[in-house]
């Protein structure tokens, strides 16, 4: 009985840490969008600690991230203006009403 569970550990250890990169990709994927467990967190640790593929990827996820976000907030500036340039319209169109009364 002992045994058993002796290899039940040595097994869930060995699954622990033999995260795949397919696997590991998606949890990094996943910690991007929301929070993850710290089960999952402790994974891609360990696995970034082994595999230098891995590293690289996350590295480019944040890039792409972080220039998605640049991106967005150049995008809301743009909409910013837009907004402005609706206000505009509004101040031409009084202007032009005023006149013709
Ligand atoms: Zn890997």
């Not at 290899?7 to 994927?29: G, M, P």
């Not at 710290?38 to 994974?43: D, E, H, Y």
């Not at 907030?73 to 005023?98: F, V």
């Amino acid at each position: 009985m002992a045994d058993s569970f002796r290899e039940k550990l040595r097994d869930s250890v060995l699954n622990f840490f033999a995260s795949t990169c397919k696997d590991t990709t998606q949890l990094v994927s996943e910690e991007m969008d929301h929070r993850i467990s710290i089960t999952k967190q402790w994974k891609i640790k360990f696995h970034l600690a082994i595999c230098e593929f891995c590293r690289h990827y996350k590295e480019q996820m944040e890039t792409l991230r972080n220039l998605a976000g640049y991106l967005n907030k150049e995008g809301s500036k743009i909409g910013n203006e837009n907004q402005l340039k609706s206000s505009a319209k509004e101040r031409m169109k009084k202007l032009l009403d005023d006149k013709e009364k």
